[in-house]
């Protein structure tokens, strides 16, 4: 397996210190919504994981939360609110994003805040070694005593020079040296130190997180292709000039960052596409498969065709699933060793993914076209499944009969669910929707029978009429309220009557 480390420039074979994988990926400063650049980050480094796993490795994964901040004490400020309420509210609000992407939880999260012992520690323990130097209650690290800072960036002292400057108010002994501990200013959040009041510096705190969670050599750190300069080459020095271990980090991996058109999505830019943004239109499948569908380390280009495609794919992968395998898992049968070996081949050059979905959906049109060939794909489709929703966190969606209304059931036609399920209430509403429009058909009414499935659409829900009866399919989950107010325009009320919630026509 071979991996592309940003310390060397160069793809290196992968070989870790041990059997447990030592990961940490830098999290979030939860000051606004999250939007697609995180997406891609997490999405990105939740699959390196699912693969490692999938490789056999143990992997203990370790992101941090930085809930102390300027950003979040300017943002704070303007809203009249805490810090700490601020950090609470977006913190709670992208967990739930990662959620409905299926990102799995990293082993351990530690909070900056509740981090302050093992921060000062270090601290201290680089002034104690004459990389650092308290400066009126700031602590500053002494970039200088670094010869191989910039090994990481590849940059020369001059190109890192640029920019860098002393900013009225700080003691710093050479514009390149940063901040370790801010004294603090009159109404910000503070903890006690030896220089006396302030709060931690962003880079100390993932120093600090790491080392203590998962020692002093890490295997895998990742990031964005923006954190390198100079988050971790700060992290880097740091870490290895506290504990004098190098290397900190084995494998160095960065993600491209995510465009619109030909710029950078960023928040100064203003052309973020929040992650709630993108799940009102796509499935989180879709958003997937968008992401995956280029490699890691070049840039996404965000374009509402690509994600319309990446939903096409969802649909077809949905459609394999749920194919029944003719032969019953006996007689003569697809193989699917060489897809499963082009997915591996794939994912062991440095993660690969756009050619692992390309293996993918080769073995989904090998086993459509087994399946119209009358041989079996029982295997076959488990592997699929198997590589889509381990490997690639694809939740590849639930066929579920619906309930508690019969009608559509009676068709004969499971309910293609893309992305999360709805609600039982939610469904009830739609399911009443389409018996609706099945009984204006029955009656020859179709304008108003196209109307409803017009309107449907608009909310997420496509109705489709195949040979064999009616497909339902949530491509995104509409509100409850958006159904009512429709169904208020048709006449149906919902009423309670001791014998449960019923549907009236009040025409
Ligand atoms: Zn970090």
């Known amino acids: 397996m071979k991996v ?45 994981r699912r693969y ?17 901040d300027d950003k979040i004490i300017n943002r704070a400020n303007k809203l009249g609110i805490s810090p700490r309420e601020l950090a609470d509210k977006f913190t709670k609000s992208y967990f739930d994003d990662m959620a409905a992407l299926n990102i799995g939880k990293p082993d351990i999260t530690p909070y900056a805040t509740e981090e302050l012992p093992k921060i000062i520690e270090i601290v201290q323990g680089l002034i104690d070694k004459g990389y650092a130097y308290p400066a009126q209650g700031s602590v500053y690290f002494r970039v200088r005593n670094v010869p191989d800072y910039g090994k990481l ?10 920019g860098m400057r002393i900013e009225p108010g700080e003691e710093k002994e050479n514009p390149m040296d940063f901040v370790l501990w801010k004294a603090s200013k009159v109404d910000e959040p503070t903890w006690e130190s030896p220089w006396g009041p302030g709060r931690p510096g962003w880079h100390i705190e993932c120093s600090a997180m790491s080392l203590k969670y998962l020692g002093n050599t890490l295997d895998i750190h990742g990031g964005g292709q923006d954190l390198i300069f100079p988050h971790h080459e700060n992290e880097i020095a740091q870490s290895e000039s506290f504990t004098g271990v190098k290397p900190f980090v084995k494998y160095w991996l960065h993600n491209g960052m995510v465009q619109l058109g030909e710029e950078k999505m960023s928040k100064s830019l203003g052309n973020l596409v929040t ?34 495609a990446a939903e096409g794919g969802v649909e077809r992968l949905l459609r394999v699933i749920s194919r029944d395998d003719p032969t019953g898992g006996k007689g003569e049968a697809l193989g699917a060793e060489p897809y499963r070996k082009q997915f591996i081949e794939a994912m062991d050059d440095d993660f690969n993914t756009p050619k692992a979905l390309a293996a993918l959906f080769d073995l989904a049109r090998a086993i459509n076209q087994a399946a119209d060939f009358g041989i079996g794909f029982k295997k076959a489709k488990n592997v699929l499944a198997t590589l889509a929703r381990d490997v690639l966190g694809l939740k590849l969606g639930i066929v579920v009969t619906p309930e508690p209304i ?7 036609v499971p309910t293609v669910i893309i992305g999360s399920p709805p609600t ?8 009443r929707l389409v018996e609706e429009r099945e009984k204006c058909r029955k009656e020859k009414n179709w ?24 497909d339902i399919k949530y491509k995104r989950v509409p509100s409850e309220e958006s159904l009512d107010s429709l169904m208020a325009e048709l006449g149906i009320a919902l009423e309670d009557t001791p014998k449960g919630t019923v549907w009236k026509q009040k025409r």
């Not at 304008?447 to 608009?458: M, S, T, V, Y």
């Open 424 to 431: 039982p209430e939610v469904e009830l509403r739609v399911n």
């Open 52 to 68: 490692l796993e999938f490789r056999g490795y143990k992997v203990k994964y370790v992101q941090n939360v930085t809930d102390i």
């Open 4 to 48: 592309f480390n940003t310390l060397s420039g160069e793809k290196e074979e992968f070989s870790p210190q041990g059997d447990e994988i030592k990961m940490y990926v830098c999290g979030v400063t939860p000051y606004d919504e999250a939007h697609l650049g995180h997406a891609m980050s997490y999405i990105i480094f939740d699959v390196i």
């Open 275 to 308: 992650i709630k943004q993108a799940l009102e239109r796509y499935s989180p499948d879709a958003i997937r498969i968008f992401v995956l569908g280029s490699h890691y380390r070049s840039p996404l280009t965000y374009a509402e065709e690509a994600l319309e």
């Open 406 to 412: 019969k009608a559509v059931a009676s068709t004969g």
């Open 447 to 470: 304008r108003q029978a196209d109307e409803i499935r017009g309107k449907l659409a608009e909310l997420g829900v496509a109705v489709e009429d195949t040979r064999t009866g009616t």
């Open 153 to 162: 960036s590849h940059r020369s002292p001059e190109s890192m020079m640029a």
